[in-house]
């Protein structure tokens, strides 16, 4: 039996980090699958998506660097997470930033403008795994590129192209850090079955909720919320009792 804390601690951090604690999740056995950015991912989800406009909303969270033309001595590094860096671009052209991330996996680099992103091994471009525009009430982030960065000891070189003002916003976020497991609600009753999930960064699949215990799926009527009907032989509010 496999234990992980990674995916309780992630799908709480934007909500506490004092609830991020000892708890231990048990890994489900059966149907449930690890979603991948690469295998049916439209859009981030909305737990990495906020997370990154509160650091984008606080002023207390901004650093600011300058870009240089192309990759030299003075390249500034843009390696914090949880911070929006302003980032101020040569005039008119395209600049250049590093980033060095601290854990390996697909670090989503969220910007307030929806210039042009590049990110570079050496010589070689990489291709983002998810690129789409961003609309949240409130938040000066408008698109995100995902990238799937593997090593913690590379200085992968950005581009950044150019940008109304020649200053642009970056807020980069490891997207295994904000996974949320979601259950199949399949008779939708809004109980999601326990033993069909998926643990995501992405948007849920359709009809996957974050509400489970669910222990018939297949009707309606049945679900932890249900009043329990006494005589029968079906425990409808799901309470492994058939007298309550
Ligand atoms: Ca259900
Ligand atoms: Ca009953
Ligand atoms: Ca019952």
Request: proline share 3%; charged share 15%; hydrophobic share 35%.
């Amino acid at each position: 039996m496999k234990m992980t804390m990674r995916n309780v601690c992630g799908a709480l951090v934007g909500l506490s980090l004092a609830a991020c604690g000892p708890a231990l999740e048990e890994e489900q056995d059966t149907t449930q699958q690890e979603a991948s950015l690469e295998a049916g991912c439209t859009a981030l989800g909305s737990s990495i998506t906020s997370h990154s406009c509160v650091h984008s909303n606080n002023a207390a969270d901004h650093l600011a660097v300058t870009a240089t033309s192309g990759l030299t001595a003075g390249t500034p590094s843009i390696n914090t997470a949880h911070k929006q860096y302003d980032v101020t671009l040569p005039a008119g052209a395209t600049g250049t930033v590093k980033f060095r991330p601290a854990t390996a996996g697909s670090w989503a680099f969220y910007r307030t403008q929806a210039n042009t992103l590049t990110v570079k091994n050496g010589a070689t471009a990489l291709s983002p795994a998810l690129t789409h525009t961003v609309s949240v009430s409130g938040c000066g982030l408008v698109t995100v590129a995902v990238y799937d960065l593997a090593s913690t000891t590379t200085d992968y070189q950005v581009d950044l192209g150019t940008a109304s003002g020649n200053l642009v916003g970056v807020v980069a976020e490891r997207a295994e850090d904000y996974r949320i497991r979601y259950y199949q609600d399949a008779d939708s009753d809004t109980w999601g079955n326990t033993n069909v999930s998926v643990l995501t960064a992405c948007v849920p699949p359709s009809g996957y909720i974050t509400q489970r215990f669910d222990c018939n799926d297949s009707n309606a009527s049945i679900n932890p919320s249900a009043t329990e009907l006494l005589g029968n032989s079906v425990d409808e509010n799901c309470n492994g009792s058939l007298t309550n």
